[in-house]
């Protein structure tokens, strides 16, 4: 009893590991609630790219002393426009327009970092961010966040329902699908503009798809969105505690810890499901 106590519950009395996995359920949850959106409409290439896109303005914040978070939020404005803008001034696709804008920002963003004397720590930072410096200031407004995502979803659930499934179907029942693409494009800044600086780029996209594509690998009833956001907001939740576990006893680095397990969940759930299924059909 002693040895499961130590194990599992001792390290989350420490207060900077009990924060982070406030903090981290809190980014999980609300991740989880925009992230299965992201997998139903085919988003997720616009949910890497806004994730690395943000680092201009997370770069020039920095060598101006400025709020981070702020410099994060006019990047993601910035490239959301510019994808919407490109969309529909050209004949290209959005995954062109968004591949484009990309590029541009990831480069821009290095360019502007390698004026920084420190910019191996700070692309460090910018990618895996720093989940156990969290402090009760970020959980705020991470709180805050989830609760905004959450009510929006929660009121436009309709709207995104017919967006993901049938478009046409959405411009015949006058739900505004233009509106609601938009709309869904301003929820995934948010999640990634409020968690970049706790949990870093590269755990908002794990979080971000992650948790979602295995939730929607194991409810059998696609059209169960609801479902999908739960068992991905439980995952989410899960990996994090697992996740800073390990890193715990482990000593490895906690972003990186969740969001390789992450990765290592859906796969090895992916592949548990096909040979389930392979053994019911030789059976």
Request: one cysteine or more.
């Amino acid at each position: 009893m002693k040895f499961f106590i130590d194990t599992l519950i001792v390290p989350f009395d420490v207060s900077f590991i009990s924060r982070a996995l406030v903090a981290g359920c809190l980014a999980a949850i609300l991740c989880s609630l925009i992230g299965t959106w992201v997998i139903l409409r085919r988003l997720t290439f616009f949910g890497d790219a806004m994730s690395h896109g943000m680092l201009p303005g997370v770069a020039t914040a920095s060598l101006l002393g400025g709020n981070l978070m702020f410099g994060a939020a006019i990047s993601a404005l910035i490239m959301s426009a510019g994808v919407v803008w490109t969309s529909r001034k050209s004949s290209l696709s959005q995954d062109v327009s968004i591949g484009l804008q990309f590029i541009t920002m990831l480069s821009l963003g290095v360019v502007i970092v390698s004026h920084s004397d420190s910019h191996a720590v700070d692309l460090t930072s910018f990618l895996f961010g720093d989940i156990l410096g969290v402090r009760p200031s970020d959980i705020f407004i991470i709180a805050i966040a989830t609760v905004l995502g959450g009510l929006t979803i929660f009121l436009f659930h309709r709207q995104f329902t017919a967006l993901a499934f049938d478009e046409r179907k959405a411009h015949t029942l006058g739900l505004n699908p233009r509106f609601a693409h938009l709309l869904m494009l301003a929820l995934i800044a948010l999640a990634t503009v409020v968690s970049f600086q706790v949990v870093g780029t590269l755990l908002v996209f794990g979080l971000l798809i992650g948790p979602p594509a295995t939730a929607a690998l194991l409810v059998q009833d696609k059209a169960s969105i609801s479902l999908i956001m739960i068992v991905a907001s439980l995952l989410g939740c899960a990996e994090i505690y697992l996740g800073l576990l390990i890193s715990w006893h482990a000593s490895t680095a906690a972003g990186a810890t969740i969001t390789l397990l992450s990765a290592a969940i859906f796969f090895a759930t992916l592949l548990t499901k096909s040979a389930i299924s392979r053994l019911n059909f030789t059976a």
